[in-house]
């Protein structure tokens, strides 16, 4: 079954909303989840280390206050990408990290469209 | 130089045949490698990992991992037109995951 679940797998929005991403741990208390961006024909790009408790850590040229993450509980973590414009239109994906060198288990993703 | 390095390809077998995906990483002393598949428009799934040099076999799939060469790579056996997706190499380097560009499998029937 799923270890992942991301909420909502696709949006379409006006320029200028801000929309929330949601990613949950289902199957045990996740303190590290990650956030990815994937351009179409691009592989993926980590945006962010998100930690239970405190700040994301955030990858170089990522802006931070752009992309707000609050990772508020060990089962759940979200992305809220603030006054999105056409350019942050791509696909978001979340995963679990279960344990330092085990394998990241990924959510489903979630298509943003913004026109 | 990049962290992982993978032939975007596409690599193209015949249904049946044995697909032959490879990966190398800079990074010497990385422990822990991923192989992930990712069809269009979908997330990665975890296909295997590997953390000692040698082979790692679960089903048809075989993982392959050299630390003197840097190398990790991912055999397919009796490839099926389902297979045909994109292949993520991946390597863990202590903080996060690195991934490869990713390549391209066809397999055609």
Same mark, same amino acid.
């Given at each position: !079954? ?10 379409? =929005? ?8 949601? =990613? ?28 239970? !408790? ?39 994906? =979340? ?21 | ?6 032939? &975007? ?8 045949? /044995?697909? &032959? ?6 990074? %010497?002393?990385?422990? &822990?490698? *991923? +192989?992930? %598949? ?21 089903? %048809? *799939? ?10 990790? &790579? ?17 390597? +863990? ?5 690195? *991934?490869?560009?990713?390549? /391209?499998? %066809?397999?055609?029937?």
């Amino acid at each position: !079954g799923a270890v992942v679940s991301q909420h909502p797998s696709w949006v379409i =929005c006006k320029s200028g909303t801000s929309v929330k991403i949601e =990613c949950r741990s289902l199957d045990f208390q996740a303190t590290t989840m990650f956030w990815y961006r994937q351009f179409p024909k691009q592989s993926l790009m980590l945006m962010a280390t998100s930690n239970e !408790g405190s700040k994301a850590t955030y990858e170089q040229g990522v802006e931070k206050d752009k992309f707000l993450i609050n990772h508020a509980s060990l089962t759940l973590s979200t992305l809220t990408v603030t006054s999105a414009h056409p350019e942050d239109s791509s696909f978001y994906i =979340c995963s679990v990290l279960q344990g330092i060198d085990q394998p990241q288990h990924f959510g489903d993703g979630t298509r943003l469209s913004i026109l | 130089q990049k962290e992982v390095e993978q032939n &975007s390809g596409p690599l193209s077998v015949p249904e049946g045949a /044995i697909a &032959s995906l490879n990966c190398t990483y800079s990074d %010497r002393g990385s422990q &822990s490698f *991923f +192989w992930y %598949r990712q069809y269009s428009g979908k997330s990665p799934e975890l296909i295997m990992f590997i953390y000692s040099n040698g082979d790692k076999e679960d089903g %048809r *799939f075989t993982a392959q991992l050299n630390k003197a060469s840097q190398y990790v &790579s991912l055999l397919i056996r009796d490839s099926q037109p389902s297979d045909s997706a994109t292949y993520l190499c991946a390597v +863990w380097n202590g903080n996060k995951l690195v *991934f490869g560009a990713g390549t /391209i499998l %066809r397999v055609k029937s």
